[in-house]
Protein backbone atom coordinates (compact mmCIF):
# COMPACT_ATOMS: atom_id res chain seq x y z
CA UNK A 1 0.00 0.00 0.00
CA UNK A 2 0.91 3.49 -0.97
CA UNK A 3 2.29 5.99 1.26
CA UNK A 4 -0.10 8.72 1.99
CA UNK A 5 2.49 11.05 0.19
CA UNK A 6 2.54 8.96 -2.68
CA UNK A 7 -1.40 8.61 -3.02
CA UNK A 8 -1.85 11.67 -4.52
CA UNK A 9 0.82 11.90 -7.11
CA UNK A 10 -0.35 7.81 -8.23
CA UNK A 11 -4.10 9.37 -8.67
CA UNK A 12 -3.06 12.76 -10.62
CA UNK A 13 -3.39 14.81 -7.54
CA UNK A 14 -6.66 12.75 -5.49
CA UNK A 15 -8.19 12.17 -9.14
CA UNK A 16 -7.15 10.72 -12.38
CA UNK A 17 -9.09 13.28 -14.39
CA UNK A 18 -7.27 15.79 -13.20
CA UNK A 19 -3.08 16.29 -13.91
CA UNK A 20 -0.87 19.60 -13.09
CA UNK A 21 -2.44 22.74 -15.14
CA UNK A 22 0.19 25.08 -16.81
CA UNK A 23 -0.59 28.87 -16.47
CA UNK A 24 -1.31 29.31 -20.01
CA UNK A 25 -4.83 27.38 -19.41
CA UNK A 26 -7.12 29.92 -21.17
CA UNK A 27 -10.44 29.52 -22.12
CA UNK A 28 -11.37 28.61 -25.32
CA UNK A 29 -8.68 27.03 -26.13
CA UNK A 30 -6.62 23.79 -25.87
CA UNK A 31 -5.53 22.45 -22.01
CA UNK A 32 -1.87 22.57 -21.48
CA UNK A 33 -0.95 19.66 -19.28
CA UNK A 34 2.46 20.16 -17.38
CA UNK A 35 4.33 16.76 -17.38
CA UNK A 36 5.67 15.61 -13.18
CA UNK A 37 9.18 15.05 -13.80
CA UNK A 38 7.79 11.53 -11.90
CA UNK A 39 6.53 10.52 -14.70
CA UNK A 40 9.01 10.94 -17.02
CA UNK A 41 10.05 8.07 -19.19
CA UNK A 42 6.03 6.92 -19.90
CA UNK A 43 4.99 6.35 -23.16
CA UNK A 44 2.57 9.33 -24.01
CA UNK A 45 -0.19 6.98 -24.57
CA UNK A 46 -0.24 5.15 -21.78
CA UNK A 47 0.46 7.81 -19.67
CA UNK A 48 -2.64 10.23 -20.92
CA UNK A 49 -5.13 7.14 -20.85
CA UNK A 50 -3.98 6.21 -16.88
CA UNK A 51 -4.82 9.98 -16.18
CA UNK A 52 -7.70 10.09 -17.88
CA UNK A 53 -10.45 7.75 -17.15
CA UNK A 54 -12.24 6.45 -19.76
CA UNK A 55 -9.55 7.27 -22.34
CA UNK A 56 -7.63 4.47 -23.78
CA UNK A 57 -4.52 3.74 -25.35
CA UNK A 58 -6.12 3.26 -28.97
CA UNK A 59 -7.97 6.50 -28.38
CA UNK A 60 -5.09 8.91 -26.90
CA UNK A 61 -2.64 7.08 -29.94
CA UNK A 62 -5.66 8.26 -32.69
CA UNK A 63 -5.64 11.70 -31.01
CA UNK A 64 -1.61 11.98 -31.24
CA UNK A 65 -2.03 10.90 -35.05
CA UNK A 66 -4.58 13.68 -35.61
CA UNK A 67 -2.50 16.62 -33.71
CA UNK A 68 -5.51 17.06 -31.28
CA UNK A 69 -2.43 16.11 -28.72
CA UNK A 70 1.19 17.23 -29.32
CA UNK A 71 3.90 18.47 -27.29
CA UNK A 72 4.74 22.08 -27.39
CA UNK A 73 8.82 21.28 -27.74
CA UNK A 74 9.09 18.17 -30.33
CA UNK A 75 7.02 15.97 -33.05
CA UNK A 76 5.00 13.24 -30.60
CA UNK A 77 4.26 9.90 -31.87
CA UNK A 78 2.35 7.29 -29.70
CA UNK A 79 4.93 5.42 -28.52
CA UNK A 80 7.32 8.42 -27.64
CA UNK A 81 8.63 8.60 -24.02
CA UNK A 82 7.24 11.98 -21.51
CA UNK A 83 9.49 14.01 -20.97
CA UNK A 84 9.84 15.75 -16.88
CA UNK A 85 8.61 19.25 -17.24
CA UNK A 86 7.36 18.73 -21.35
CA UNK A 87 4.42 20.65 -21.88
CA UNK A 88 1.56 18.34 -23.46
CA UNK A 89 -1.01 20.09 -25.56
CA UNK A 90 -4.71 18.49 -25.48
CA UNK A 91 -7.28 19.46 -27.93
CA UNK A 92 -10.24 17.57 -26.67
CA UNK A 93 -13.25 19.02 -26.18
CA UNK A 94 -14.22 16.87 -22.94
CA UNK A 95 -10.72 17.62 -21.64
CA UNK A 96 -10.57 21.23 -22.95
CA UNK A 97 -11.49 24.36 -21.17
CA UNK A 98 -14.83 25.38 -22.30
CA UNK A 99 -16.91 28.80 -21.31
CA UNK A 100 -15.12 31.42 -19.22
CA UNK A 101 -12.37 31.37 -16.66
CA UNK A 102 -13.47 32.25 -12.92
CA UNK A 103 -11.51 34.88 -10.96
CA UNK A 104 -8.84 33.42 -8.96
CA UNK A 105 -10.36 32.94 -5.23
CA UNK A 106 -9.06 35.29 -2.98
CA UNK A 107 -5.55 34.21 -1.01
CA UNK A 108 -6.30 34.44 3.14
CA UNK A 109 -2.76 33.18 3.89
CA UNK A 110 0.26 32.11 2.62
CA UNK A 111 4.07 30.78 3.80
CA UNK A 112 6.56 28.79 2.02
CA UNK A 113 4.49 25.64 3.08
CA UNK A 114 0.92 26.61 3.14
CA UNK A 115 -1.69 28.84 0.66
CA UNK A 116 -5.58 28.82 1.56
CA UNK A 117 -8.08 30.23 -0.30
CA UNK A 118 -11.55 31.49 0.42
CA UNK A 119 -13.45 29.24 -2.06
CA UNK A 120 -16.58 31.35 -3.22
CA UNK A 121 -20.02 29.27 -3.79
CA UNK A 122 -20.44 27.54 -6.38
CA UNK A 123 -16.81 26.49 -7.20
CA UNK A 124 -16.07 22.95 -7.37
CA UNK A 125 -12.36 21.96 -5.29
CA UNK A 126 -11.62 19.46 -7.47
CA UNK A 127 -12.74 18.50 -11.10
CA UNK A 128 -14.67 15.34 -11.06
CA UNK A 129 -16.56 13.50 -13.72
CA UNK A 130 -15.25 13.28 -17.49
CA UNK A 131 -15.51 16.72 -18.82
CA UNK A 132 -12.86 19.93 -17.74
CA UNK A 133 -14.38 22.35 -15.35
CA UNK A 134 -12.57 24.91 -13.45
CA UNK A 135 -11.82 23.84 -10.11
CA UNK A 136 -10.02 25.89 -7.15
CA UNK A 137 -6.95 23.66 -7.58
CA UNK A 138 -6.89 24.44 -11.38
CA UNK A 139 -6.63 28.33 -10.74
CA UNK A 140 -4.46 27.68 -7.63
CA UNK A 141 -1.96 26.08 -10.07
CA UNK A 142 -2.08 29.03 -12.64
CA UNK A 143 -0.63 31.33 -9.43
CA UNK A 144 1.75 28.87 -8.48
CA UNK A 145 2.61 27.42 -11.22
CA UNK A 146 6.01 26.07 -10.48
CA UNK A 147 5.18 23.86 -7.34
CA UNK A 148 3.40 20.98 -6.22
CA UNK A 149 0.48 21.66 -4.82
CA UNK A 150 -1.92 19.17 -2.87
CA UNK A 151 -5.67 19.97 -2.02
CA UNK A 152 -5.49 19.03 1.99
CA UNK A 153 -9.68 18.71 2.43
CA UNK A 154 -12.83 18.99 0.08
CA UNK A 155 -16.03 21.43 0.32
CA UNK A 156 -18.82 20.90 -1.76
CA UNK A 157 -19.71 23.66 -4.55
CA UNK A 158 -22.20 25.13 -2.82
CA UNK A 159 -20.23 25.37 0.34
CA UNK A 160 -18.53 28.28 0.41
CA UNK A 161 -14.98 29.17 2.92
CA UNK A 162 -11.54 28.17 3.71
CA UNK A 163 -9.21 26.07 1.63
CA UNK A 164 -5.93 25.14 2.62
CA UNK A 165 -3.24 23.62 0.12
CA UNK A 166 0.21 22.54 0.70
CA UNK A 167 3.45 23.65 -1.25
CA UNK A 168 5.14 20.50 -1.48
CA UNK A 169 4.73 16.81 -1.06
CA UNK A 170 6.24 16.76 2.69
CA UNK A 171 3.97 19.69 4.02
CA UNK A 172 0.97 17.51 1.91
CA UNK A 173 1.94 13.82 3.96
CA UNK A 174 2.45 15.91 7.69
CA UNK A 175 -1.00 17.42 6.96
CA UNK A 176 -3.13 14.35 5.87
CA UNK A 177 -1.55 12.64 8.53
CA UNK A 178 -2.96 15.25 10.67
CA UNK A 179 -6.15 15.19 9.27
CA UNK A 180 -6.48 11.60 9.70
CA UNK A 181 -5.29 11.55 13.24
CA UNK A 182 -8.37 14.43 13.84
CA UNK A 183 -5.81 17.01 14.91
CA UNK A 184 -7.36 19.09 13.05
CA UNK A 185 -10.32 21.85 14.26
CA UNK A 186 -12.65 22.68 11.51
CA UNK A 187 -15.51 25.42 12.90
CA UNK A 188 -18.21 26.72 9.97
CA UNK A 189 -20.95 29.31 10.16
CA UNK A 190 -24.36 28.01 9.38
CA UNK A 191 -27.09 30.17 8.29
CA UNK A 192 -30.84 28.45 9.54
CA UNK A 193 -34.24 28.72 9.15
CA UNK A 194 -35.71 29.47 11.97
CA UNK A 195 -35.02 31.50 15.34
CA UNK A 196 -32.56 28.99 17.60
CA UNK A 197 -34.10 29.05 21.18
CA UNK A 198 -30.69 27.79 22.87
CA UNK A 199 -27.62 29.22 22.99
CA UNK A 200 -25.30 26.02 22.78
CA UNK A 201 -25.82 22.78 22.16
CA UNK A 202 -24.22 19.54 21.49
CA UNK A 203 -25.96 16.40 18.98
CA UNK A 204 -25.02 13.09 19.49
CA UNK A 205 -26.52 11.28 16.56
CA UNK A 206 -25.52 8.19 14.59
CA UNK A 207 -25.61 9.12 10.01
CA UNK A 208 -26.39 6.65 7.51
CA UNK A 209 -28.10 6.51 4.66
CA UNK A 210 -31.59 8.09 4.71
CA UNK A 211 -34.18 5.01 5.31
CA UNK A 212 -36.41 5.40 2.66
CA UNK A 213 -35.36 8.02 0.85
CA UNK A 214 -35.62 8.00 -3.27
CA UNK A 215 -32.30 10.33 -3.22
CA UNK A 216 -29.65 7.63 -3.05
CA UNK A 217 -27.24 9.99 -1.31
CA UNK A 218 -29.38 11.52 1.45
CA UNK A 219 -28.23 10.54 4.75
CA UNK A 220 -30.11 11.02 8.08
CA UNK A 221 -30.02 9.85 11.78
CA UNK A 222 -30.33 6.04 11.90
CA UNK A 223 -28.95 3.72 15.30
CA UNK A 224 -26.95 1.30 13.23
CA UNK A 225 -25.65 4.62 11.84
CA UNK A 226 -21.53 5.80 12.42
CA UNK A 227 -20.99 8.16 15.54
CA UNK A 228 -21.38 11.36 14.45
CA UNK A 229 -20.81 14.35 16.89
CA UNK A 230 -21.75 18.01 16.11
CA UNK A 231 -21.12 21.43 18.43
CA UNK A 232 -23.36 24.27 17.75
CA UNK A 233 -22.93 28.19 19.18
CA UNK A 234 -25.70 30.94 18.11
CA UNK A 235 -23.57 33.69 16.73
CA UNK A 236 -26.74 36.15 15.97
CA UNK A 237 -30.47 36.23 15.52
CA UNK A 238 -32.37 37.59 12.87
CA UNK A 239 -35.89 37.69 13.62
CA UNK A 240 -36.90 40.13 10.58
CA UNK A 241 -35.22 37.60 8.08
CA UNK A 242 -36.14 33.99 10.22
CA UNK A 243 -33.11 33.31 10.34
CA UNK A 244 -29.86 32.56 12.93
CA UNK A 245 -26.57 32.06 11.98
CA UNK A 246 -24.63 29.33 13.95
CA UNK A 247 -21.37 28.42 14.32
CA UNK A 248 -21.07 24.47 13.72
CA UNK A 249 -18.09 22.50 15.13
CA UNK A 250 -17.94 18.80 13.75
CA UNK A 251 -16.00 16.15 16.02
CA UNK A 252 -16.78 13.60 13.67
CA UNK A 253 -16.33 13.65 9.69
CA UNK A 254 -19.50 11.85 8.63
CA UNK A 255 -21.32 13.04 4.87
CA UNK A 256 -23.22 16.03 4.98
CA UNK A 257 -23.20 15.86 9.12
CA UNK A 258 -23.57 19.22 9.80
CA UNK A 259 -26.94 19.34 7.00
CA UNK A 260 -28.06 16.01 8.81
CA UNK A 261 -27.66 17.49 12.28
CA UNK A 262 -29.44 20.58 11.46
CA UNK A 263 -32.37 19.41 9.69
CA UNK A 264 -31.95 16.55 12.68
CA UNK A 265 -33.24 19.24 15.51
CA UNK A 266 -35.87 21.02 13.33
CA UNK A 267 -33.30 23.83 11.97
CA UNK A 268 -31.96 22.89 8.05
CA UNK A 269 -29.72 24.87 6.74
CA UNK A 270 -31.70 27.98 4.21
CA UNK A 271 -31.31 26.97 0.73
CA UNK A 272 -30.58 23.63 1.21
CA UNK A 273 -31.89 21.64 -1.48
CA UNK A 274 -32.29 17.89 0.21
CA UNK A 275 -32.12 18.61 3.94
CA UNK A 276 -35.71 20.21 5.49
CA UNK A 277 -37.20 19.72 1.75
CA UNK A 278 -39.68 17.43 -0.21
CA UNK A 279 -37.61 14.94 -1.87
CA UNK A 280 -39.23 16.43 -5.29
CA UNK A 281 -36.84 19.31 -4.52
CA UNK A 282 -34.12 17.87 -5.46
CA UNK A 283 -35.37 15.22 -7.73
CA UNK A 284 -36.66 18.15 -9.72
CA UNK A 285 -33.56 19.44 -10.09
CA UNK A 286 -31.54 16.59 -10.71
CA UNK A 287 -34.08 15.96 -13.70
CA UNK A 288 -33.56 19.45 -15.09
CA UNK A 289 -37.13 20.05 -14.51
CA UNK A 290 -37.14 22.76 -11.92
CA UNK A 291 -40.66 22.23 -10.29
CA UNK A 292 -43.42 25.24 -10.05
CA UNK A 293 -42.30 27.69 -7.39
CA UNK A 294 -38.57 26.49 -6.20
CA UNK A 295 -36.89 29.99 -5.84
CA UNK A 296 -39.64 30.84 -3.41
CA UNK A 297 -39.46 26.78 -1.40
CA UNK A 298 -35.35 27.26 -1.53
CA UNK A 299 -35.30 30.93 -0.43
CA UNK A 300 -31.42 30.97 -1.50
CA UNK A 301 -29.83 29.46 -4.65
CA UNK A 302 -27.44 28.10 -2.55
CA UNK A 303 -27.23 25.92 0.84
CA UNK A 304 -25.73 28.93 3.74
CA UNK A 305 -22.51 26.95 4.70
CA UNK A 306 -19.32 28.56 5.15
CA UNK A 307 -16.04 27.13 6.50
CA UNK A 308 -15.08 29.78 8.56
CA UNK A 309 -12.21 28.68 10.43
CA UNK A 310 -9.31 25.98 10.92
CA UNK A 311 -6.72 25.09 13.59
CA UNK A 312 -4.18 22.66 12.28
CA UNK A 313 -0.49 22.16 13.16
CA UNK A 314 1.99 23.50 11.09
CA UNK A 315 4.05 21.09 9.59
CA UNK A 316 7.29 23.34 10.77
CA UNK A 317 7.72 22.32 14.05
CA UNK A 318 3.91 21.21 14.89
CA UNK A 319 3.01 24.65 16.46
CA UNK A 320 -0.80 25.18 16.09
CA UNK A 321 -2.31 27.79 13.82
CA UNK A 322 -5.31 29.31 13.25
CA UNK A 323 -6.53 30.82 9.51
CA UNK A 324 -9.70 32.07 8.60
CA UNK A 325 -12.22 32.68 5.88
CA UNK A 326 -14.39 36.14 6.18
CA UNK A 327 -18.12 34.60 5.52
CA UNK A 328 -19.18 35.08 1.64
CA UNK A 329 -21.12 38.00 0.56
CA UNK A 330 -23.84 36.35 -0.29
CA UNK A 331 -24.47 35.02 3.16
CA UNK A 332 -23.49 38.36 4.40
CA UNK A 333 -26.53 40.00 2.45
CA UNK A 334 -28.99 37.72 3.40
CA UNK A 335 -28.09 39.10 7.17
CA UNK A 336 -27.51 42.65 6.30
CA UNK A 337 -31.19 42.89 4.49
CA UNK A 338 -29.06 43.46 0.68
CA UNK A 339 -30.57 40.14 -0.62
CA UNK A 340 -34.36 39.37 0.01
CA UNK A 341 -35.45 36.38 2.09
CA UNK A 342 -37.90 33.47 0.85
CA UNK A 343 -39.76 31.23 3.09
CA UNK A 344 -41.93 28.41 2.38
CA UNK A 345 -44.62 27.89 5.29
CA UNK A 346 -42.75 24.49 6.67
CA UNK A 347 -39.88 25.86 7.93
CA UNK A 348 -37.95 26.86 10.82
CA UNK A 349 -40.24 24.77 13.25
CA UNK A 350 -38.75 22.68 15.78
CA UNK A 351 -39.40 19.40 16.12
CA UNK A 352 -39.15 16.41 18.32
CA UNK A 353 -36.27 14.19 16.28
CA UNK A 354 -33.68 14.47 18.67
CA UNK A 355 -35.71 13.93 21.91
CA UNK A 356 -35.27 10.09 22.96
CA UNK A 357 -32.76 8.51 20.98
Known sequence: MQELDEVDHALGDEQAADPDEAAELVPDAPRVLRVDPRDAGMRV?????????????????ASIRTGQVRSEQRGLKP??????????????????????????????????????FNKPPGMLAHPVGRTFVWGLINL???L????????????????????????DDDANRVLKRAFKDRRV?????????????????????????????????????????????????????????????????PKTGRTHQIRVHLDHIGFPI??????????????????????????AILGHPRQC????????????GGEEITLTAPLAADMVGLLTGEFHVEHSEASGEEDSADAPE
Open 45 to 61: DVYLSLRFEGWSRSRVA
Open 305 to 316: LHASTLTLPHPD
Open 144 to 167: YPNEALHLLHRLDKETSGLMVLAR
Open 185 to 249: EKRYLALVRGIVPWETREVDAPIGQAIGSPILLKQGVRDDGATAQTAFRVISRHPERQLTLVECA
Open 140 to 142: ARE
Open 270 to 295: FGDKIYGQDPEVFLSLYAERPMPGLQ
Open 79 to 116: SSTIRGEERLVLDIPRLAPRGPKPPHPPVVFEDRRLVA
